[in-house]
């Protein structure tokens, strides 16, 4: 979708590009892809379909962690080429020579070999056999490299590469692809400016992250097709998440997904969440249900309609984004914001072309939807639009009142008149007739105020708002927002919560003999200071085992530490070491040094 | 002067020569012609290309292979080290009937011979007493010889220098190169203009034949639109020159792609709208990722004795000591980043972000992306679990764009 319009023009440029080998250059696309990594195998994967399809079979993708070297990199190479060769033709039933990397030369004349078999091939076939993908491909098809993650590749690698490439460029048509993370001047200074000559580079950059974002949020919440969603605060933390940390589209996508899984799972009434055909079925709550559905419909046609208003004042008082705009609305009654009545308050003072376009725009949203009771907003609208056609033509008769007062103030007067005179145009022009234009707007604003304050209820006035919203944001929170310090703090704290032994349900502060050993030495390091002397905490330790024992315990051996206990202390102060909690201290002997204060 | 060198056929000649000069000075047009034109046997190889020794010594048995006879042989010889490729060698060349002529074995861009086993510089050097037989080695390179002398000793090489060529011979060479349509003072003319705009930044041939061939067609217009014939030249400087000035700031720059540029050159539309590549500096990235790069940077560049100063409310003075004002001269920015540990960095960030920051595991995952993407990087070993240091590795502007 998105990807098609950013490489339609890359494809009409690979037509172009089999001229360019006159210049001895070898075209290369620069990808700017954006900071989100995790997105980037999406791209890639949905470029290669587009690229075989209608261009080449000839696809090789190349990371920089497997190619340490240029010798790796011309194996891998020439092993994703002739498995695409082997692929393209296995449905023919022909039978291929299985390659095997040790016997071919990883070399570009074997490259160049194998690529002139192939093409002769299929050249010398097709009129022979029918192959519909043959049509789509050309004489000789270019071979298109793609570097996946172009920053992680070292330049010698990608210099030796370009190097040897622009060589044969005539006899191997390449074409390369560049996945830049980052920005372009990676290019400049990964390569020097004589293997860069070599290279006909031309930059595509594809969306930025927040568009996706709002594509996404458009087709998955605002279509009234969908009966889930999300609850405002859900939603704020999906979304803080994608643009506090990291600008994962797929992140927010499985996030998504976790949601879908808790409301069903935790939430009983989520049963009734489905399409409107399967609610018919349940008499006692189908009227309300269907409300639910109408409610959503007009909901989205009236959002948009406010988004559209909203979009074109200045300093964006509702926010720039439609996503924006529904949390807004979610939250609490928008018309009582201070946002909205600022912003109903620009809306009373745009010009008429603006206001024109958006009463246009507003008509088309509301006869693309699907709810029948907008006919009549339509019909007001429209109105509304022809009232200020009408308008023009009477542009002209409003000039003639304020040229008069004009030439009242040049008359010569004294002092006390001209106050006076002053005065009575201040009074006059308080009550000044407003102009039809004026009036118009007004009642278009009104009209699209009462609009907002009927459809645009926030969902939790609904009844049975909670089949469809979900909206326990901290349960999301937990599992989203991973915090391993405090899920080990706690787990070493009170092993209650993860091992579920009736056993180990203690108060805080207390510690139980019959915990994990390493729960007990966790509790008895919390206690001391920053440098912890090992003798003391194992005789600690091993009062707190042994009082398991009880009274019964013989007073010669509580003497002495057993070896089994000095054992398991030992362990168990190895495992906080290997968690990071404490360390060896080279300050003192026998001592280690504690490594996190606080709670966490 | 190298056929001086060369001498007769039949005769022994030096057994190598070390060519050197700077890019494109003419090394390897002057070999490739001269060995094409006298019809001497050779075998050219581009070191870059075959990067393995393997690879290197069986592609000059099979260009042997092939070099005077007229049929195609691909048969693939195996050959390992240079103990095999002697004896191959000599086998090859007794079978080819070579035995009374000079073979040249041309080795281009040979500074890659130093990368490779450390016996093959010298065996090469020596190669016409090893095998025996009337050959002579000729290694073309950038870069002095003074660079490529083994530790070990070697047969020292006859060595060349091919000088830059001045800007007369670069205006010679260019002329020649004019199509057939137009005469050979119009094209003279042009390559003036050409040269006079660009000598300054550039005495690359290629560069200039490059620049020569994609501006030419603009420098016709007005002949062709038949404003001016071919004599006018002060018109047709009027109309060049401006288009010139905007050609270094772009296509020599490798801002724009040549094919790009053509296509403005036809549509004579604005150059403002096509942004270069350096236009796109700007990079997006996610709010608290911006406070870590910042953090970063501040934990690379500023000594640790100021971070209690910057970063608490109640701080001491920090008493200048000798030691601080032997250094101070010396600003932190020129030195480059210092690295610091992973705790520095975090006790940066929860001090400079307003509200409070869970150390939740996405921080933390926020820091190793960011070293993927090469703005932090990583000092010291994968392994070594309880200290990671990093290293900021962006430059001021780029945290002052980032800050914003």
């Known amino acids: 979708s998105f990807l098609r319009r950013s490489h339609s023009e ?468 937990e599992h989203l927002n991973a915090a391993p310090r405090i899920a080990l703090h706690t787990a070493l704290n009170n092993p209650y919560r993860y091992l579920k032994n009736q056993e180990l349900k203690s108060d805080e502060g207390s510690i139980s003999n019959k915990a994990p050993d390493i729960c007990i030495v966790y509790k008895l390091h919390l206690e001391c200071g920053r440098l912890i002397n090992l003798v003391d905490w194992l005789e600690a330790f091993s009062t707190v085992v042994m009082a398991a024992e009880g009274p019964n315990a013989d007073a010669a051996s509580s003497d002495q530490v057993d070896d089994i206990i000095h054992a398991r202390f030992i362990r168990a102060v190895s495992e906080l070491e290997l968690l990071g909690f404490i360390k060896p201290s080279k300050q003192k002997t026998d001592h280690v040094a504690r490594l996190t204060w606080g709670g966490c | 002067m190298l056929l001086s060198i060369f001498g007769e056929r039949q005769q022994f000649s030096f057994p190598s020569i070390f060519i050197y000069g700077h890019t494109s000075s003419g090394k390897t047009y002057v070999m490739q012609t001269l060995l094409n034109t006298l019809q001497l046997p050779h075998v050219f190889v581009n070191c870059v290309e075959y990067f393995t020794s393997r690879l290197l010594l069986e592609e000059i048995l099979m260009q042997l292979q092939s070099c005077c006879s007229e049929t195609e042989q691909t048969s693939h010889v195996h050959c390992d080290t240079f103990n ?84 007369g011979h670069l205006q010679k060479i260019l002329s020649q190169n004019h199509p057939p349509e137009y005469s050979v003072d119009f094209y003279a003319a042009y390559i003036n203009i050409l040269l006079g705009v660009f000598y300054m930044v550039c005495r690359d041939l290629k560069e200039l034949q490059h620049l020569a061939a994609l501006n030419f067609s603009k420098y016709c217009e007005p002949v062709v639109r038949g404003e001016a014939n071919e004599r006018d030249t002060r018109k047709l400087w009027k109309n060049i020159e401006p288009h010139l000035k905007k050609a270094m700031h772009t296509v020599y720059l490798r801002e724009i792609s040549s094919s790009q540029w053509e296509r403005l050159q036809r549509d004579d539309g604005e150059p403002g709208q096509l942004k270069g590549l350096s236009a796109h500096t700007h990079v997006e990235l996610p709010y608290y990722s911006k406070f870590l790069l910042i953090a970063a940077y501040l934990a690379s560049y500023n000594p640790v004795r100021t971070d209690k100063r910057f970063f608490l409310k109640h701080h001491g003075k920090i008493r200048k000591t000798n030691f601080m004002k032997k250094h101070e001269k010396t600003s932190n920015h020129l030195l480059g980043p210092k690295p610091f540990p992973l705790d520095r960095l975090l006790a940066i960030l929860y001090s400079i972000v307003d509200n409070r920051v869970a150390p939740t595991a996405n921080i933390f995952s926020q820091i190793t992306s960011l070293v993927t993407l090469q703005l932090l990087s990583m000092v010291g070993h994968n392994d070594q679990l309880d200290g990671p240091r990093y290293k900021c590795t962006v430059s001021l502007d780029f945290i002052r764009a980032v800050a914003r």
Request: a negative charge.
């Open chain 1, 10 to 477: 890359f494809q009409e440029k690979t037509t172009e590009w089999t001229c360019r080998m006159k210049s001895k250059e070898i075209p290369t696309a620069a990808l700017v892809l954006g900071v989100n990594v995790t997105d980037h195998d999406l791209t890639f994967r949905s470029l290669s379909e587009v690229l075989q399809n209608n261009i080449t079979p000839y696809i090789a993708f190349l990371e920089a962690k497997d190619c340490p070297g240029v010798k790796k990199l011309m194996q891998k190479l020439m092993g994703q080429l002739m498995n695409c060769y082997v692929d393209v033709d296995s449905s023919e039933d022909e039978d291929y020579v299985q390659v095997s990397h040790n016997r071919i030369r990883c070399s570009m004349t074997s490259l160049i070999n194998w690529y002139e078999s192939v093409t002769k091939k299929t050249d010398s076939e097709t009129p022979s056999k029918k192959r519909t993908s043959s049509s789509r491909h050309w004489q000789s098809p270019p071979v298109v490299v793609v570097f996946k993650d172009m920053e992680s590749f070292s330049t010698k690698v990608l210099q030796d590469f370009i190097v040897i490439s622009s060589q044969h460029i005539h006899e191997l048509p390449l074409v390369l692809i560049f996945g830049i993370a980052t920005s372009p001047m990676i290019i400049h200074s990964l390569l020097p400016h004589s293997v860069s000559s070599l290279l006909c580079i031309e930059l595509f950059q594809s969306l930025s992250c927040k568009d996706h974002l709002s594509t996404i949020i458009d087709k998955l919440l605002l279509r009234a097709s969908f009966p889930f969603k999300l609850g405002e605060k859900v939603l704020q933390v999906l979304i803080n998440i994608f643009l506090y940390h990291d600008f994962s589209v797929q992140n927010f996508v499985k996030g998504f997904q976790l949601c879908i899984v808790e409301h069903f799972c935790s939430q009983p009434v989520s049963v009734l969440c489905c399409q409107l055909v399967d609610a018919k079925k349940r008499e006692t709550t189908q009227k309300l249900l269907e409300d639910l559905h109408v409610y959503h419909e007009n909901y989205l046609s009236v959002l948009r309609c406010l988004h559209v208003f909203t979009s074109f004042l200045p300093k964006y008082p509702l926010g720039k984004q439609i996503r924006e705009l529904h949390c807004a609305c979610l939250e609490n009654q928008v018309w009582e914001t201070e946002e909205y009545e600022s912003s109903l308050q620009l809306a009373r003072m745009l010009n008429k072309s603006d206001l024109v376009t958006m009463l246009q725009q507003c008509v088309e949203i509301f006869v693309s939807s699907s709810g029948k009771e907008f006919d009549n907003t339509v019909e007001k609208l429209k109105e509304f639009l022809t009232q200020f056609q009408k308008l023009e033509a009477e542009a002209f008769q409003e000039q003639d009142v304020s040229v008069s007062s004009q030439k009242e103030l040049q008359k010569k007067t004294d002092l006390y008149h001209l106050q006076k005179t002053l005065l009575e145009l201040k009074e006059s022009r308080r009550y000044k007739k407003l102009t039809k234009f004026e009036m118009l707007r007004f009642d278009v604003v009104d009209y699209i105020d009462s609009l907002v304050r009927n459809y645009l209820v926030p969902a939790n006035h609904k009844t049975l708002h909670e089949i469809a919203y979900f909206n326990t944001a901290s349960v999301l929170r």
């Open chain 2, 84 to 167: 095999d490729f002697v004896r191959l060698f000599k086998q090859a060349v007794v079978s080819e009937e070579l035995e009374d002529q000079t073979l040249y074995i041309v080795l281009d861009r040979a500074e890659q011979l130093r990368e490779m086993e450390a016996n093959i510089l010298p065996a090469f050097l020596r190669l016409q007493e090893l095998t025996d037989r009337n050959v002579t080695v000729v290694l073309l390179s950038e870069i002095v010889w003074e660079l490529f002398r083994p530790n070990t000793g070697c047969f020292e090489p006859f060595t060349l220098y091919f000088p830059d060529y001045s800007i």
